[in-house]
């Protein structure tokens, strides 16, 4: 199943050259991309019922990425999400998430497998509902 042209990746990451980066990267794909340096700018965007996929770092000041899908999965469950971490416990500090639902990538991280985890992601009718 090919992927439309319209999905909206939404990244989450207080890193600005993660941001940048990410963003360059999903553009070049062929994806919409909507950036966010905090996790409450997500929120408080109104733009959650319009993406597909949410890529968020876990450590960030404030809310934090693991709270931040909590938060997500109220009111978009099983919203796709892939996290990314310079954490090297990142294992340690998931437990109280479903880890089959979700994927994990330690910084630095490959751009083509984040861009392929993002097509697998959004091509899985098990992990992908339908926007609002």
């Known amino acids: 199943m090919a992927i439309p042209p319209d999905f909206i990746i939404a990244v989450v990451d207080d890193d600005p050259r993660i941001l940048e980066s990410l963003g360059n990267l999903f553009e070049s794909a062929d994806y919409a991309v909507r950036l966010f340096a905090l996790a409450a700018t997500l929120l408080e965007s109104g733009c959650l019922a319009e993406i597909d996929c949410l890529v968020s ?10 709270e931040l899908v909590r938060m997500v999965q109220i009111a978009r469950p099983g919203l ?13 500090v998931l437990p109280s998430i479903n880890l089959g639902r979700y994927r994990l990538f330690k910084k630095p991280f490959d751009g083509q497998e984040l861009l392929a985890a993002v097509g697998d992601a959004l091509r899985s009718p098990q992990l992908h509902t339908p926007k609002a």
């Open 57 to 66: 770092d876990i450590g960030m000041p404030g809310m934090d990425g693991l």
């Open 80 to 92: 796709p999400t892939i996290f990314i971490t310079a954490r090297s416990d990142a294992l340690n």
